[in-house]
């Protein structure tokens, strides 16, 4: 069959996303780009924000206008969340909740073989509501060819333990539990052998990766840094970067393994507010000046490192010297990049009792505020970097105009001429000049 993978949402759903691609694959089935030439569409939603999970409805909405034809199967965390509600979406033939994702290639296939047999020859039904629809809405290019050249996604965990307040992931995704750390290292020495260049590990929360194995009568724990370590130690993967690492759990052991050049001088922490009283409501085990020291410890171990973060603005009772207290923390940090969030209530969570809330003017206001100084920051960090030499990891030339596209180890998004085909390259480059979301370069 023919099938089409759209994600939303975290790199966690991308992974899944890729890991998918690679499994329909194996069985001879042919990943298409284009939506309306698939026979099965898989979507992994998302439900982090209400916009997300609009976006997540919308989107199914949008697919099936697009193609009347095609089985679409639902999974990720709006569809587990929401599964009757998704189930009722058009042309839905399979929800696949987040307990049962690594079964969807196996599950869309069998669904696929009954639903021939249950159209028979005379070919597919047009369900009634998409009939009349022959020009189908423009839709986002997905292009897993290239994505399946240059980096990949490899997830080492999944689920959470904690309980912030707001958060829904908990409830979407189950407790934390993590991959067995034999199974990652085959994934990666395969994807190594297959031309990847850079490897990016993920999960809700990657610090959280805990494995106890049997060595000789007694258990021994690993952790992320041991995972790191025999990532680096033990495959010729080029590049290795990591995803959101708690900052209660960045210590001076795994800082120390960037000194080999391959660990990419990365760090996603999640901050969520400059305010300490809004932490706290938040239930995040953290003030700010404990997130401010674990980013300084981080700079002092690995220079020209980049921190990226995610803030949210508009908690429940967020007074307005709280915000004052997170725009400043926030402008005082450097961040390399910051993804601002409106504060959104998700059923089921504690915060969306929380007495308080702040009005959706008030939350639009602040989010604008917050992202100008995001903007600012991340212009700064990469002036900072200017007139140094990096390694890039070149993906794209997307006009075919010989304007290639790439990323340093650190995350700048660099942009440089040449008509040599670059794609899934790291080449030394010199950043020279700055430009809208990142930095021009020279190839040295």
């Known amino acids: 069959m023919k099938v089409y993978l759209q994600t939303l949402g975290c790199k966690l759903n991308e992974s899944e996303l890729e890991a998918w691609a690679r499994d329909f694959a194996a069985r001879g089935d042919e990943i298409v780009t284009d939506p309306r030439a698939a026979d099965t569409i898989v979507l992994n939603t998302c439900t982090v924000t209400a916009q997300a999970a609009r976006k997540s409805r919308n989107l199914t909405r949008q697919l099936a206008r697009g193609n009347a034809n095609a089985q679409i199967v639902l999974t990720g965390c709006y569809a587990t969340m929401s599964q ?10 399979l929800v696949v909740p987040n307990a049962d994702k690594e079964q969807l290639v196996r599950l869309a296939g069998a669904r696929w073989r009954d639903r021939e047999f249950e159209m028979g020859a005379n070919g597919c039904r047009v369900p009634e509501a998409a009939s009349g629809e022959l020009t189908p809405p423009p839709l986002p290019d997905v292009d897993l060819g290239d994505a399946l050249r240059t980096r990949a996604f ?22 934390a539990r993590s991959r067995p750390q034999q199974e990652i290292l085959d994934q990666v020495r395969a994807l190594v052998a297959s031309g990847y260049q850079e490897v990016i590990l993920t999960g809700v929360q990657i610090s959280d990766y805990r494995l106890e194995e049997r060595e000789a009568g007694r258990g021994r724990l690993r952790g992320l840094c ?10 010729k993967l080029p590049r290795l970067r990591l995803t959101s690492i708690a900052p209660w759990d960045l210590d001076e052991e795994l800082l120390d393994l960037f ?8 760090l996603h922490l ?9 932490l706290r409501r938040m239930r995040r085990p953290y003030t700010a000046k404990q997130f401010a020291d674990a980013v300084t410890l981080a700079r002092q171990k ?4 980049a921190i990226t973060t995610d803030v949210i603005v508009g908690f429940p009772g967020e007074a307005d010297v709280e915000f004052q207290e997170s725009i400043e923390f926030v402008e005082r940090m450097n961040f390399a990049r910051v993804h601002v969030f409106p504060y959104s209530a998700r059923e089921g969570t504690l915060a969306a009792k929380l007495p308080l809330p702040v009005a959706d003017l008030i939350k639009d206001a602040r989010g604008k505020a917050m992202q100008k100084v995001a903007t600012a ?20 030339d997307p ?5 290639w596209l790439g990323y340093t180890d650190n995350y700048i998004r660099v942009t440089t001429r040449s008509e040599r085909n670059l794609c899934n390259r790291i080449l030394p480059t010199r950043l020279i000049e700055l430009v809208p979301e990142g930095a021009r370069g020279e190839l040295i």
Do not use: W
């Open 226 to 235: 041991d995972l790191v370590a025999a990532i680096l130690g033990e495959t």
């Open 302 to 305: 690995i220079p020209d490192v």
């Open 84 to 93: 009757e509600q998704a189930t009722a979406l058009p042309n839905v033939a």
């Open 259 to 266: 000194s080999d050049p391959r660990l990419c001088r990365h």
């Open 399 to 403: 006009n075919g105009a010989g304007s």
């Open 270 to 278: 999640s901050l969520q507010s400059g305010s300490s009283t809004v």
């Open 377 to 396: 920051s991340q212009e700064r960090f990469a002036r900072l970097n200017l007139n140094k030499a990096f390694d890039v990891l070149y993906e794209e």
């Open 154 to 175: 490899v997830k080492i965990e999944d689920g959470c333990n904690m309980s912030c307040t707001y958060c829904i992931i908990p409830l979407a995704r189950g407790r």
